[in-house]
């Protein structure tokens, strides 16, 4: 039941939450000239704008006045939307919201700074902005890397002892040596001759 009271209360304040930030009139709506907006675009219209879905969550907690976490908000959505509407909307919008932390962590960096600690925190919240566009748009924001994505390991000693194996198999077999073999003849000297 309770679960049930939370939906509702939750789809109402995200409509009249999406109607304000899409300026739907209420008049329009009421007259049916005008559609509401869909909650989803609500949603990530917000994400687009550089908002968590934790921080979403914790803003309807206080109008709503009543515990609301992340997981009971994207079970809400997935279970309205479908999971796979959704899990698409969400990709969509946080890979739209990499340009806007890329350009917010500029901004973080340009604000004067008058000690340490502040350009400490400056640091540390760009930073953050940066990883998140890293990780939303990995294309345009994550590490470039050049050829492909190897990773080779060399054991020398286990290639020498290859190598010595291979040789050892390639070997001419041993022939018959004579035991006594015939001795060299000194040089002749130029003058002898």
């Known amino acids: 039941m309770a679960g049930k009271r939370l939906a509702i209360d939750l789809a109402d304040l995200l409509q009249r939450r999406a109607n304000d930030y899409f300026e739907r009139d209420a008049v329009d709506l009421a007259i049916g000239t005008d559609q509401p907006a869909a909650l989803l675009d609500y949603v990530t ?9 934790k921080q979403l969550a914790t803003a309807l907690q206080q109008s709503l006045q009543r515990e609301l976490t992340y997981h009971q908000l994207t079970h809400f959505l997935r279970s309205r939307y479908g999971q796979d509407r959704y899990d698409n909307a969400l990709a969509l919008a946080r890979l739209r919201a990499s340009h806007w932390m890329a350009e917010d962590a500029l901004d973080v960096v ?17 930073s953050q902005r940066n990883w998140l566009a890293s990780r939303y748009n990995p294309e ?9 994505n190897v990773s080779v390991q060399l054991n020398v000693s286990t290639l020498h ?13 041993a022939t018959d040596v004579p035991a006594s073999l015939p001795q060299a003849q000194a040089p002749q000297r130029l003058s002898d001759t």
């Open 110 to 126: 340009d604000k004067p700074a008058y000690d340490s600690v502040t350009v400490q925190q400056a640091r540390g919240k760009a």
């Open 140 to 148: 345009q924001y994550g590490q470039q890397r050049t050829g492909a």
């Open 45 to 53: 219209a917000r994400v687009e704008s550089g908002t968590t879905l």
């Open 161 to 173: 002892l290859e190598a010595l194996q291979r040789a050892d198999s390639q070997a001419l077999p």
